[in-house]
């Protein structure tokens, strides 16, 4: 089994029985062909008859709705079965972090990168969504919670995780991402992420799950 995380700046993979996930890197000008190209040459001596492949973007029914922000062009309607000669399930980048985070119950992912990534888990049924497009202040969260460039950053991302507590109403929040770390104190109600999570939720995509119990995922596109 093959796990494939798809970034903005780089791509990260492991395989089933392998240790440590190796990269290379991405970029805005990356097609899903050279995508699949490198990961073969990277994983070359590795063995694996599945991939899993996150996706930064909406995906629906396992295929990718809409070109990705922060890469090349071509990846709606590509077949990464057929390029890669296995079988693959594609989710979001986000949904596949969130899951490997999953214990059970209600969860809401916050994955705090170079966007603003959201994945609601509840009794084993993944639904990635868009909280981060939703209005905010004087723009959307994804503007204030997004890049921690900002002036007020950790004051905004406590502000949206109790925003989207009481809403929700969650049982657990966990927030990954890479700039979680960037945090000085986790809001409360909530726990850090880690990135080596996408891996477990792309190896859980293939796998029976004790957490979870319904054994479904679907994606749906961007509100």
């Known amino acids: 089994m ?6 903005g700046t780089s791509v990260k993979i492991l395989a089933t029985g392998q240790d440590e996930h190796r990269s290379f890197a991405s970029g805005p000008t990356l ?5 699949v190209s490198g ?9 694996y008859d ?13 295929r990718p709705i809409a070109e990705p922000y922060n890469l090349g062009r071509g ?39 170079t966007g603003l990534g959201s994945t609601m888990i509840i009794d084993g049924i993944v639904e990635p969504t868009e909280l981060g497009h939703l209005p905010y202040k004087k723009g959307s969260y994804e503007d204030y919670v997004g890049r921690p460039r900002k002036k007020k950053w950790r004051r905004h991302v406590a502000d949206v995780v109790a925003r989207f507590f009481a809403a929700l109403e969650p049982d657990d929040i966990v927030i990954g991402g890479g700039n979680v770390k960037k945090l000085d104190a986790l809001p409360p109600h909530s726990r850090a992420g880690d990135n080596a999570n996408a ?8 796998e029976k799950d004790a957490a979870l119990p319904r054994a479904g995922w679907r994606s749906k596109p961007a509100a």
Do not use: C, E
Request: proline share 5%; aromatic share 14%.
């Open 75 to 113: 990846w709606v309607g590509f077949d990464f079965a057929a390029a890669f000669g296995h079988p693959v399930k594609v989710i979001n980048d986000a949904a596949m972090q969130a899951l490997g985070s999953y214990g059970g119950g209600k969860m809401l992912f916050l994955g705090l990168g």
């Open 39 to 47: 990961v073969k040459k990277l994983a070359r001596d590795w063995n």
């Open 50 to 62: 599945v991939v899993s492949i996150g996706y930064p973007g909406p995906v629906l029914h396992g």
């Open 2 to 7: 093959l796990v494939v995380d798809v970034g």
């Open 199 to 206: 891996f477990r939720g792309g190896f859980r995509l293939w």
């Open 31 to 35: 097609t899903p062909g050279q995508m």
